[in-house]
């Protein structure tokens, strides 16, 4: 039994027990991508006895209801391990009809068109600086630009100086790359501290903060209210812990693909146009979020009981390699959803389906947009060991890259 395992509740039938363990594994850092692909010859829903227990969906469609039925699937608890008395990061961490008003706060206000009218011209100018800081037609794609850009656009729109950057980034390491309990939660407190002091700071000068985003909270309002400090602390949390990893996750093995691939680069390189359906298929290819859930009551769902409080795993990466949703599912295939955008659960589905999700999508475009043309001849660097980081979120931990 692994070190990680613990015992199987009197409810989890024996056949439905298998080992899967998405922190830690030694196979998902060296095959991410098949192991989670052959989940599709495992049964719809099973219990994984690591990481205090939980149950794994394996199906794109059942993922989904997860994500949608509320009723049984609480989001009040989202860690896996669980931890209890959990930070509450708002909108995440609520249900309808809770989480609806909070959620109208962003979509509204924050990712409002408003907010976000630099987003694009802003995204491109630090890609560009970026670039320039590359040395002799090389990178280290994850330290130099992936792990750099989400963390210096939120900052910008929240009005922080980007002198925080480096913190930032290694906060967000620990939250979601930390390999123990302790780890994450030193994550968490970093991040925490330095939040509530900068915040309590701007809400002192209101006037003084640029910031479109942290601006467009401020003046939001819940129930015809200002939101209070602590809300908004929840909000900036959620915003940090949401919305940075995951775009460099998937920064990550997007440019991994395109460097590998020639003839999928030079396709995007020739039709700028296109970058954005093609985006699409590589969400879907390459989903990176494990995102738990917790079941809210004693009930049977698709034949197997649940009982209140068990750990749910509804895996973004599992769904977009689900077989029965997505033929020869390990292929990147431009043209798998016609002319038009493929469906996919890379930003989850139901009521929380991610309302950053426009944020991502622009900085991944331009990414596509500035970076493709700029680098003739992309390949990975010679000899390079590429490690997968599992957990949270999937990602790489080092690419190194050249052209030319």
Same mark, same amino acid.
């Given at each position: 039994m692994p070190a990680s395992a613990t015992a199987v509740p009197a409810h989890v039938p024996p056949e439905r027990v298998i080992h899967f363990d998405f922190r830690n594994d030694a196979e998902l850092r060296r095959d991410p991508?098949?192991?989670?692909?052959?989940?599709?010859?495992?049964?719809?829903?099973?219990?994984?006895?690591?990481?205090?227990?939980?149950?794994? /969906?394996?199906?794109? !469609?059942?993922?989904?209801? /997860?994500?949608?039925?509320?009723?049984?699937?609480?989001?009040?608890?989202?860690?896996? $391990?669980?931890? !209890?008395?959990?930070?509450?990061?708002? $909108?995440?961490?609520?249900?309808?009809? &809770?989480?609806?008003?909070?959620?109208?706060?962003?979509? &509204?206000?924050?990712?409002? $068109?408003?907010?976000?009218?630099?987003? !694009?011209?802003?995204?491109?100018?630090?890609?560009?600086?970026?670039?320039?800081?590359? &040395?002799?037609?090389?990178?280290?794609? /994850?330290?130099?630009?992936?792990?750099?850009? $989400? /963390?210096e656009i939120f900052l910008l729109m929240m009005g922080c100086d980007l002198a925080h950057r480096d913190d930032c980034i290694i906060w967000v390491r620990d939250i979601f790359r930390g390999r123990t309990l302790e780890e994450t939660t030193r994550g968490f407190a970093g991040a925490d501290r330095f939040i509530r002091e900068w915040l309590a700071e701007q809400l002192a000068d209101v006037a003084a903060n640029s910031g479109s985003m942290f601006q467009a909270m401020v003046n939001a309002r819940i129930d015809g209210r200002t939101l209070t400090f602590d809300e908004m602390h929840s909000i900036t949390m959620m915003l940090f812990a949401g919305g940075l990893d995951t775009v460099t996750s998937q920064m990550t093995h997007i440019m991994k693909f395109m460097a590998e691939n020639p003839h999928h680069r030079q396709m995007l390189i020739d039709d700028p146009k296109f970058i954005p359906i093609a985006l699409e298929e590589l969400l879907r290819r390459f989903g990176i979020s494990n995102i738990g859930r917790m079941a809210a009551k004693d009930f049977e769902y698709h034949g197997i009981q649940f009982k209140a409080g068990d750990p749910v795993l509804a895996s973004t990466p599992i769904s977009g390699l689900d077989a029965r949703a997505f033929p020869d599912p390990l292929s990147v295939d431009f043209g798998r959803g016609g002319h038009s955008r493929i469906k996919h659960g890379g930003f989850g589905a139901g009521p929380h389906l991610c309302p950053g999700a426009f944020l991502a999508r622009t900085q991944l475009r331009v990414m596509l947009e500035e970076l493709l043309p700029a680098m003739p001849g992309l390949r990975p660097a010679p000899g390079a060991a590429i490690e997968t980081l599992p957990g949270a979120t999937i990602m790489l931990a080092a690419l190194p890259l050249e052209w030319g």
């Open positions: 991508w098949g192991y989670i692909a052959r989940m599709n010859d495992r049964p719809d829903i099973f219990f994984s006895p690591d990481l205090g227990g939980y149950w794994v /969906v394996t199906r794109s !469609e059942l993922i989904a209801e /997860v994500f949608s039925r509320h009723d049984l699937f609480t989001a009040t608890s989202l860690a896996i $391990p669980k931890i !209890e008395n959990p930070m509450k990061l708002i $909108p995440n961490s609520f249900d309808p009809p &809770q989480h609806t008003a909070y959620r109208k706060i962003f979509t &509204q206000n924050l990712f409002s $068109p408003r907010a976000l009218r630099t987003l !694009e011209r802003d995204s491109r100018a630090h890609t560009r600086a970026l670039l320039t800081g590359f &040395q002799a037609k090389r990178c280290e794609f /994850v330290a130099d630009f992936a792990a750099k850009l $989400p /963390v």
